[in-house]
């Protein structure tokens, strides 16, 4: 019954790698999102996508890229990783007068 | 362009007593204020937010927040704290119109003692 769910919840990697993070909504939301929370546990949103299409990039590297399949995925792929993507990285959903809601987040560390 | 400052980056109190943590905004245009909180290793959860109207707002579980367009504040309160309420708070303005679109405070960790 999670509203927001997102796998994998930790992904240890090397740098140079390609992973890419999955995020589900049931909750029938229009709008989808995700934001980078830092060892400072500083938040600042990356992307956001309306019923599949783009409609926030925030100066992330194109290295990022989201990919929006249907209205209640939306999935991030992150290419040639490097030591400073180390952060947790929270998928969310909203919808008019709600307010977010916030999958569980992927701790991604890597080496 | 706007911006969210709390105020203390560590509160910490005893249990059953009251609790104040300020946040304050920067904005040239109208905004919708949220608070969420974290708890350990899990996402952020919405706690409560001011829209439009009263500009008292009230969590289901005893905390209130009041806008204060004047002072642009929206300080988070709670009369009596448990162990429980202890987790990272966090302030966010809206940007534009999008209740989505936030920009967060850096959070303020409260640590409620027995």
């Known amino acids: 019954d999670t509203a927001v769910s997102q796998t994998p919840k930790y992904l240890v990697t090397q740098m140079g790698n390609d992973k890419s993070i999955k995020c589900e909504q049931n909750l029938g939301h229009d709008t989808m999102y995700w934001y980078k929370q830092d060892s400072k546990k500083f938040l600042k949103i990356m992307f956001s996508?309306?019923?599949?299409?783009?409609?926030i990039n925030e100066t992330v590297p194109n290295r990022f890229s989201p990919k929006s399949p249907d209205k209640a995925h939306l999935n991030l792929h992150i290419n040639s990783l490097e030591l400073g993507d180390s952060a947790v990285y929270f998928c969310a959903s909203s919808q008019e007068a709600g307010g977010l809601f916030f999958g569980s987040g992927t701790q991604l560390s890597v080496l | 362009a706007q911006s969210v400052t709390q105020l203390d980056s560590q509160v910490p109190v005893f249990e059953e007593a009251p609790v104040e943590l300020r946040c304050n905004y920067s904005?040239?245009?109208?905004?919708?204020l949220f608070w969420y909180v974290q708890y350990p290793n899990q996402g952020l959860q919405l706690l409560l937010k001011y829209l439009s109207g009263s500009t008292l707002v009230e969590s289901i579980n005893g905390f209130e927040a009041e806008f204060n367009k004047s002072q642009t504040s929206f300080h988070l309160r709670k009369p009596s704290v448990h162990i429980s309420d202890t987790a990272e708070y966090f302030c966010?303005?809206?940007?534009?119109?999008?209740?989505?679109?936030?920009?967060f405070g850096k959070g303020t960790k409260l640590s409620v003692k027995p």
């Open positions: 904005s040239s245009v109208s905004v919708y």
């Open positions: 996508y309306n019923n599949k299409e783009l409609i």
């Open positions: 966010a303005v809206s940007r534009g119109g999008s209740q989505g679109n936030l920009i």
